[in-house]
């Protein structure tokens, strides 16, 4: 398998809107950071996107992707799912079938109240079209190919209850928006090859895990090798944050591909 990550900010991307930090202003091309999403490339060479935010058109002419196959969602909020109009061109070829998404129910329905006209039995030419497959927490699933998925279950938001998923997929796992992993997926992550998880901030954030926490995570679970996403200008200069972490542990960047 193959990873790339499109986009590694947060939702308000990097450079921030009306910010004029270090970060915001540096040169380096690592440290200008899309909405988090990525592109998982099978064995048998077939695309699979991991959320699709606001940013999805400029990721996609940006890698030149001509195929998707699916898209798993880790949840609603708009930096994650804000480019699912864009998807037009890659759901012509599925026709009225629906190019297929995994999510769980609530976003589902999220997704057919924001946009309702994807799902109109009668829609007007040209809309996209999708279809829709419900995925359950901690329940696996396999693709058309074969492949098994894993959905896990993430606290994004404590104070408010909501558990959004992340994704275990073979040696892999992905997860973004985690404040708290439940002690059942950090079992389940236990030893393996390599982690994606988010790291939004070196200050605590009551939603998301900042750099310490991340850290915490990442030494409970000992994965072979980890990755940072889901990165605002309050986690540092790529170059000098990068040079802090442990060993085994790096800051992912917008074009990054890595072989798992």
């Given amino acids: 398998m193959r990873l790339t990550f499109l986009g590694t900010g947060t939702s308000t991307g ?3 809107i009306m910010c004029g930090c270090e970060v915001c202003r540096s040169s380096d091309p690592r440290d200008r ?3 988090t999403s990525a592109m998982l490339t099978l064995d048998n060479g077939h695309n699979v996107l991991i959320d699709c935010g606001p940013d999805f058109r400029k990721q996609m002419l940006r890698c030149d992707c001509h195929d998707i196959r699916a898209v798993l969602l880790t949840h609603s909020h708009y930096d ?3 480019g699912i109009d864009d998807m037009r061109p890659y759901c012509a070829k599925y026709g009225d079938a629906g190019l297929p998404v995994y999510c769980r ?3 589902a329905r999220d997704l057919r109240s924001r946009i309702p006209y994807c799902f109109d039995s009668n829609p007007y030419p040209g809309a996209p079209s999708f279809d829709i497959h419900t995925i359950l927490t901690n329940k696996p699933f396999s693709f058309y190919d074969g492949t098994e998925i894993l959905p896990l279950d993430i606290i ?3 104070e408010r209850g909501l558990h959004i998923l992340g994704f275990r997929i073979g040696p892999l796992a992905y997860v973004t928006d985690c404040k ?3 002690p059942s997926t950090l079992e389940t992550l236990r030893g393996i090859d390599t982690l994606v998880i988010n790291a939004l901030r070196h200050e605590t ?3 998301h895990m900042n750099l310490s926490e991340a850290l915490g995570v990442i030494n409970e679970v000992r994965p072979r090798v980890a990755y940072l996403i889901h990165l605002s200008h309050g986690i540092g200069l790529h170059k000098e944050t ?3 972490l442990p060993e085994g542990v790096h800051i992912a960047y917008d074009g990054l591909t890595i072989d798992i």
């Fill in 14 to 16: 990097v450079p921030q």
């Fill in 33 to 35: 950071r899309l909405r």
């Fill in 80 to 82: 994650h799912v804000g």
């Fill in 105 to 107: 129910e609530d976003v």
């Fill in 156 to 158: 994004h938001a404590p």
């Fill in 180 to 182: 708290i992993m439940p």
């Fill in 205 to 207: 954030h009551p939603s």
């Fill in 242 to 244: 990068q040079s802090t």
